[in-house]
């Protein structure tokens, strides 16, 4: 059993950055792949970033170059690095943990473990 608990959600401009973390409980957190979602209002969940128990990432096209995904095993944390934030990054941002360390899904239904989200508003 994992639990999740993301922090660093805000409102910030357009442009700005923000640092989501996402703190695990548990001894296992280093096997598994770890990901953040968001689910913008009236819209379902959509996948934002990966990253593996081996350290490989994958991103949602609109985000690559702009997010950074990390983790650091030693605390269990996951972090999410948003940078040149836009209007469309208001949502939702959720973490969530699969148990299949080895490799990254987009469908939310292969992460077993959630967290309970924080929000993200770029706003002027």
């Known amino acids: 059993q994992v639990q999740l608990e993301e922090s660093g959600g805000g409102l910030v401009q357009p442009g700005g950055s923000l640092t989501l973390s996402c703190a695990a409980s548990?001894?296992?957190?280093?096997?598994?792949?770890m990901a953040w979602f968001r689910q913008k209002a009236g819209k379902e969940r959509e996948f934002v970033a990966a990253m593996t128990s081996r350290g490989r990432t994958e991103y949602r096209d609109s985000v690559k170059d702009r997010f950074t995904i990390s983790r650091d095993n030693s605390k269990n944390t996951l972090y999410l690095q948003m940078n040149s934030l836009k209007f469309e990054d208001t949502a939702s941002y959720y973490c969530?943990?699969?148990?299949?360390?080895?490799?990254?899904?987009?469908?939310?239904?292969?992460?077993?473990?959630w967290g309970q989200g924080t929000q993200v508003t770029v706003s002027s």
């Open positions: 548990g001894r296992t957190f280093s096997s598994y792949t």
């Open positions: 969530a943990a699969s148990r299949n360390g080895w490799q990254i899904s987009g469908l939310s239904l292969n992460y077993a473990y």
